[in-house]
């Protein structure tokens, strides 16, 4: 294995503090001698198990690992070498023995542990499955980083010392401890973002106009808690406030450096805050991998800069950031956001503006509000970490453009919406096209089934455009989520109701009749033409205290679980009355856990504005958008109930058989078809249940095949990747010798045969890997009019149990198990069993880059693939720097 860019790691620590991991070259011999030389008498004793002459001896066996043998990592903080980790390969090839090494002053801060985890996987790479390590019984420090790590350890006494073996295959305890470490690391390192007590602003120009200088003046208008300094070339004073040239001439430390230069002297504006101890950069400047080749390199100094530093980078080409709690507006909007308890996190600048301005037009406030810009370092991602735990933020808002770590976000993303709900908006659904290929799978994948499966087993609420983003958003951070589908409609137009009750049964939402009691209460309330059904039209003659009097009744009914209110302007009622009657009724009501929805349609105002309360009613314009709204909340509460699933465990795994059948196929070759042979033992290494088959060269050779098997038969074509049905080289049903000898002529040997198998229902069941978020499985109707009938489903991999249940049960491959038609109900849990089976091949062989099983038959008991393809192709690693 040779030293790739792949080898280097970034890291982060307790404190929030950044760390590069990266191999020692030949270069490091004196940055090397320099960090033992450093170490305390204790530290040294503690590694060495003695106190050995600091020479080039002592580091040569760590320079330029090969990787096969050896292994090593160094942690630079600027050129300074402050940890060592390395591994050396036992006589047994699966084991290792591994030391580490850190610096006395970085103790502590979670150093070890990330050079063990980085080490332990790219040894993972290498074959290894155990790490050895001999440690002094007083090294209590060493010890607790073993047992911390979240591998499997085991612990030998021996004179003097104890023997740690650990196991560094991963494991699900592990990746938990991991995402653990990381948010405690994140959200620290964030802290200077979102709470600084110093800003500086660099390129803060006297001149009214320029973006700096704006944007400072934004610092101060918005009446930030801390310190704001203004810093430009001449060191002029910007709106009264002393300036200096230099963020390193600030007599005071500088939590949080917004730059906004010229993007050619960003890296030297960045530099200097940096060396002066600022933990935060937040940079406005453009000019960098958004410009091609020379700006891409420029952001990427920039980043190893502020990883030399320990520090985190905001941007760069971003819009800046807005917090409520310091009062910090350092972006160069045209004025502060009200504050609320939505957290906004944008790639684009100019569609955050849009969509903040939205925002506060339907009364909708942010906890804080954060531009990505290019992403380089800080993303979505880290700002799920940081929201997670934020007092101020009950809800997430997020415009993604792409994803940076999909699988990251992932599981983040499930864990976050646990607790609070977490609203996406995705740019670019169509760019990417859809896939060139054979298979049904790939086929039905296009380009939007990754991020909706991603979206869909995080929990993520997808809005479709800004409009129905801003709706669910306000719906969320004012109302409590329903505990089901059932609606009330109160109305003063008889039209507007039923457009209201369409826009509901759109949704999936009911309206069912009110109660005997309810509907007697409001007999005595409403004229006798008033409709008592569901919508509730109290006519046009409706007034204030109409709405006041008949809502509460409506909250109260115990068969509606949310109630929407809608009124158009008569004569005897003006919209901002009924809007204090609804909001007076509301609070009289007292039922806090249902949904009140107010759709307002009027020249007075916005709907927001008219209410004195939004936070007890939410307002809409239209019922379209108000019934939108409320699916969505109802799919949230429906998420949060489902159990969280869990990783199925699988016997009848054989993955070194599985890979061998790869290796073989690749083995002179880029990409190619599996032949009938290697698809059969491949599927049957992973113990999905397969047709008996026979493969015939010639007419003779069917005849006799036919006969083992027993008539009827199936015959087909051996050729690998072909569709069958659509080159008529697919023979269904064949009962004699004579109509086998028929169908071979015709199709042309080599050819398969299989006995016929009648009686459940065509199913499809494939794998596809996607570029950016890996293996996603998909299952759906199957058969011939697979692609016609489309409607498959995708989960990305790996399955929970929830996930395969969710794929076989639902959707019209659902209607299909459970018994389309009078046709008996399919073995749903075999079914399930197969695509978790799936799943568990593609995350083991991301080589596989496509697989069919059209159709698998779903049996009454059981299920089987009668027919499968399975195309593979050479993989080239992703190189992800951040390992966070």
């Given at each position: 294995?040779?030293?790739?860019?792949?080898?280097?790691?970034?890291?982060?620590?307790?404190?929030?503090?950044?760390?590069?991991?990266?191999?020692?070259?030949?270069?490091?011999?004196?940055?090397?001698?320099?960090?033992?030389?450093?170490?305390?008498?204790?530290?040294?004793?503690?590694?060495?198990?003695?106190?050995?002459?600091?020479?080039?001896?002592?580091?040569?066996?760590?320079?330029?690992?090969?990787?096969?043998?050896?292994?090593?990592l160094?942690?630079?903080?600027?050129?300074?070498?402050?940890?060592?980790?390395?591994y050396?390969?036992?006589?047994?090839?699966?084991?290792a023995?591994?030391?580490?090494?850190?610096?006395?002053?970085?103790?502590?801060?979670?150093?070890?542990?990330?050079?063990?985890?980085q080490?332990?996987?790219?040894?993972?790479?290498?074959?290894?499955?155990?790490?050895?390590?001999?440690?002094?019984?007083?090294?209590?420090?060493?010890?607790?980083?073993?047992?911390?790590?979240?591998?499997?350890?085991?612990?030998?006494?021996?004179?003097?010392?104890?023997?740690?073996?650990?196991?560094?295959?991963?494991?699900?305890?592990?990746?938990?401890?991991?995402?653990?470490?990381?948010?405690?690391?994140?959200?620290?390192?964030?802290?200077?973002?979102?709470?600084p007590?110093?800003?500086?602003?660099?390129?803060?120009?006297?001149?009214?106009?320029?973006?700096?200088?704006?944007?400072?003046?934004?610092?101060?208008?918005?009446?930030?808690?801390?310190?704001?300094?203004?810093?430009?070339?001449?060191?002029?004073?910007?709106?009264?406030?002393?300036?200096?040239a230099?963020?390193?001439?600030?007599?005071?430390?500088?939590?949080?450096?917004?730059?906004?230069?010229?993007?050619?002297?960003?890296?030297?504006?960045?530099?200097?805050?940096?060396?002066?101890?600022?933990?935060?950069?937040?940079?406005?400047?453009?000019?960098?991998?958004?410009?091609?080749?020379?700006?891409?390199?420029?952001?990427?100094?920039?980043?190893?800069?502020?990883?030399?530093?320990?520090?985190?980078?905001?941007?760069?080409?971003?819009l800046?950031?807005?917090v409520?709690?310091?009062?910090?507006?350092?972006?160069?909007?045209?004025?502060?956001?009200?504050?609320?308890?939505?957290?906004?996190?944008?790639?684009?600048?100019?569609?955050?503006?849009?969509?903040?301005?939205?925002?506060?037009?339907?009364?909708?406030?942010?906890?804080?509000?954060?531009?990505?810009?290019?992403?380089?370092?800080?993303?979505?991602?880290?700002?799920?970490?940081?929201?997670?735990?934020?007092?101020?933020?009950?809800?997430?808002?997020?415009y993604?453009?792409?994803?940076?770590?999909?699988?990251?976000?992932?599981?983040?993303?499930?864990?976050?919406?646990?607790?609070?709900?977490?609203?996406?908006?995705?740019?670019?659904?169509?760019?990417?096209?859809?896939r060139?290929?054979?298979?049904?799978?790939?086929?039905?994948a296009?380009?939007?089934?990754?991020?909706?499966?991603?979206?869909?087993?995080?929990?993520?609420?997808?809005?479709?455009?800004?409009?129905?983003?801003?709706?669910?958003?306000?719906?969320?951070?004012?109302?409590?989520?329903?505990?089901?589908?059932?609606?009330?409609?109160?109305?003063?137009?008889?039209?507007?109701?039923i457009?209201?009750?369409?826009?509901?049964?759109?949704?999936?939402?009911?309206?069912?009749?009110?109660?005997?009691?309810?509907?007697?209460a409001?007999?005595?309330?409403?004229?006798?033409?008033?409709?008592?059904?569901?919508?509730?039209?109290?006519?046009?003659?409706?007034?204030?205290?109409?709405?006041?009097?008949?809502?509460?009744?409506?909250?109260?009914?115990?068969?509606?679980?949310?109630?929407?209110?809608?009124?158009?302007?008569?004569?005897?009622?003006?919209?901002?009355?009924?809007?204090?009657?609804?909001?007076?009724?509301a609070?009289?009501?007292?039922?806090?856990?249902?949904?009140?929805?107010?759709?307002?349609?009027?020249?007075?105002?916005?709907?927001?504005?008219?209410?004195?309360?939004?936070?007890?009613?939410?307002?809409f314009?239209?019922?379209?958008?108000?019934?939108?709204?409320?699916?969505?909340?109802?799919?949230?509460?429906?998420?949060?109930?489902?159990?969280?699933?869990?990783?199925?465990?699988?016997?009848?795994?054989?993955?070194?058989?599985?890979?061998?059948?790869?290796?073989?196929?690749?083995?002179?070759?880029s990409?190619?078809?599996?032949?009938?042979?290697?698809?059969?033992?491949?599927?049957?290494?992973?113990?999905?249940?397969?047709?008996?088959?026979?493969?015939?060269?010639?007419?003779?050779?069917a005849?006799?095949?036919?006969?083992?098997?027993?008539?009827?038969?199936?015959?087909?074509?051996?050729e690998?990747?072909?569709?069958?049905?659509?080159?008529?080289?697919?023979?269904?049903?064949?009962?004699?010798?004579?109509?086998?000898?028929?169908?071979?002529?015709?199709?042309?040997?080599?050819?398969?045969?299989?006995?016929?198998?009648?009686?459940?229902?065509?199913?499809?069941?494939?794998?596809?890997?996607d570029?950016?978020?890996?293996?996603?499985?998909?299952?759906?109707?199957?058969?011939?009019?697979?692609e016609?009938?489309?409607?498959?489903?995708?989960?990305?991999?790996?399955?929970?149990?929830?996930?395969?249940?969710?794929?076989?049960?639902?959707?019209?491959?659902?209607?299909?198990?459970?018994?389309?038609?009078?046709?008996?109900?399919?073995?749903?849990?075999?079914?399930?069993?197969?695509?978790?089976?799936?799943?568990?091949?593609?995350?083991d062989?991301?080589?596989?880059?496509?697989?069919?099983?059209?159709?698998?038959?779903?049996?009454?008991?059981?299920?089987?693939?009668?027919d499968?393809?399975?195309?593979?192709?050479?993989?080239?690693?992703?190189?992800?720097?951040?390992?966070?």
């Open positions: 294995m040779s030293v790739t860019v792949d080898h280097v790691r970034d890291v982060i620590l307790r404190d929030g503090t950044t760390l590069r991991l990266r191999p020692p070259v030949a270069e490091d011999e004196d940055g090397l001698l320099a960090f033992f030389g450093g170490l305390s008498d204790a530290s040294i004793y503690s590694r060495f198990h003695g106190f050995p002459s600091v020479t080039a001896e002592l580091v040569t066996p760590v320079l330029d690992p090969d990787w096969d043998e050896r292994g090593a160094i942690g630079t903080l600027g050129e300074r070498v402050v940890a060592v980790a390395n050396v390969r036992l006589r047994d090839p699966s084991s023995e591994v030391a580490f090494t850190v610096a006395d002053e970085i103790q502590g801060q979670g150093v070890g542990t990330r050079l063990l985890e080490l332990a996987d790219l040894a993972g790479d290498a074959g290894i499955e155990s790490f050895v390590a001999e440690v002094m019984s007083s090294n209590r420090p060493m010890l607790r980083v073993f047992e911390d790590a979240g591998f499997s350890v085991t612990r030998v006494l021996e004179p003097g010392g104890v023997e740690v073996r650990l196991s560094i295959v991963p494991t699900g305890e592990y990746r938990e401890r991991v995402d653990e470490r990381d948010h405690v690391g994140v959200v620290a390192s964030l802290q200077p973002f979102f709470s007590r110093t800003v500086a602003v660099v390129g803060a120009s006297k001149r009214r106009g320029s973006i700096g200088g704006e944007l400072f003046r934004d610092v101060l208008e918005a009446g930030f808690e801390g310190i704001a300094y203004p810093v430009n070339l001449r060191g002029e004073p910007v709106a009264g406030v002393r300036s200096y230099r963020v390193s001439e600030i007599p005071d430390a500088v939590d949080l450096a917004v730059i906004c230069v010229a993007g050619e002297h960003v890296l030297e504006a960045a530099e200097d805050a940096l060396g002066a101890g600022t933990k935060a950069l937040c940079v406005i400047s453009a000019g960098f991998a958004e410009i091609g080749p020379e700006g891409v390199a420029r952001q990427d100094q920039l980043l190893a800069m502020a990883r030399a530093h320990g520090a985190r980078l905001v941007g760069p080409n971003c800046g950031i807005d409520t709690r310091p009062h910090l507006n350092a972006t160069f909007a045209p004025r502060a956001f009200p504050p609320g308890n939505v957290a906004v996190s944008s790639q684009s600048g100019a569609l955050g503006l849009a969509l903040l301005e939205a925002a506060d037009a339907r009364g909708v406030g942010v906890s804080a509000f954060v531009s990505i810009g290019n992403k380089a370092d800080v993303s979505s991602n880290d700002l799920l970490e940081y929201w997670e735990d934020d007092p101020d933020t009950a809800l997430v808002l997020l993604l453009e792409s994803f940076g770590n999909p699988r990251k976000f992932g599981r983040l993303a499930r864990r976050v919406a646990r607790r609070k709900p977490i609203l996406a908006l995705k740019g670019g659904r169509t760019g990417a096209g859809a060139a290929s054979q298979s049904h799978t790939a086929a039905l296009g380009s939007e089934s990754a991020v909706d499966a991603l979206f869909h087993q995080a929990g993520v609420i997808r809005a479709d455009t800004l409009e129905e983003l801003v709706d669910v958003a306000a719906l969320l951070s004012t109302q409590p989520l329903p505990r089901g589908r059932r609606v009330a409609l109160i109305t003063n137009a008889g039209g507007l109701g457009l209201a009750a369409d826009a509901c049964e759109a949704v999936g939402l009911e309206l069912p009749a009110l109660s005997e009691e309810t509907r007697q409001l007999a005595v309330l409403m004229p006798g033409e008033a409709s008592l059904a569901n919508p509730i039209d109290m006519l046009g003659s409706a007034t204030e205290e109409t709405f006041a009097a008949v809502l509460p009744h409506v909250l109260r009914d115990p068969g509606i679980d949310s109630v929407i209110v809608l009124f158009v302007p008569p004569v005897v009622a003006t919209a901002a009355d009924v809007a204090e009657g609804v909001v007076r009724a609070e009289a009501a007292d039922v806090p856990d249902k949904p009140l929805l107010g759709v307002f349609v009027t020249r007075e105002g916005t709907p927001a504005a008219l209410l004195r309360e939004p936070r007890r009613v939410a307002a314009p239209y019922p379209e958008s108000a019934a939108r709204a409320l699916g969505r909340a109802v799919e949230r509460a429906e998420w949060l109930r489902e159990p969280a699933g869990r990783a199925p465990e699988l016997d009848r795994i054989d993955e070194e058989a599985g890979r061998a059948v790869v290796e073989r196929a690749l083995e002179s070759v990409e190619a078809w599996l032949g009938p042979a290697d698809v059969r033992d491949l599927l049957m290494a992973y113990g999905v249940p397969v047709v008996p088959e026979r493969v015939a060269d010639s007419v003779d050779d005849a006799s095949a036919a006969a083992a098997l027993g008539y009827p038969v199936v015959v087909k074509t051996a690998g990747g072909v569709h069958k049905s659509d080159k008529g080289l697919l023979e269904l049903d064949v009962e004699s010798e004579d109509a086998v000898r028929e169908a071979v002529a015709r199709i042309g040997p080599p050819v398969i045969l299989q006995p016929m198998v009648r009686g459940g229902a065509e199913l499809l069941a494939g794998v596809v890997q570029p950016v978020f890996g293996p996603l499985v998909a299952f759906g109707p199957g058969g011939t009019f697979a016609l009938i489309g409607q498959a489903q995708f989960r990305i991999a790996p399955l929970t149990d929830t996930d395969a249940e969710e794929l076989v049960k639902t959707g019209k491959a659902g209607r299909l198990v459970a018994g389309f038609r009078g046709a008996p109900p399919s073995d749903a849990a075999a079914l399930e069993d197969v695509v978790v089976r799936l799943s568990r091949l593609a995350e062989l991301p080589e596989v880059a496509e697989l069919d099983l059209n159709p698998v038959m779903g049996l009454p008991e059981g299920c089987i693939a009668v499968a393809r399975i195309r593979v192709r050479r993989t080239e690693p992703v190189l992800l720097t951040k390992t966070w």
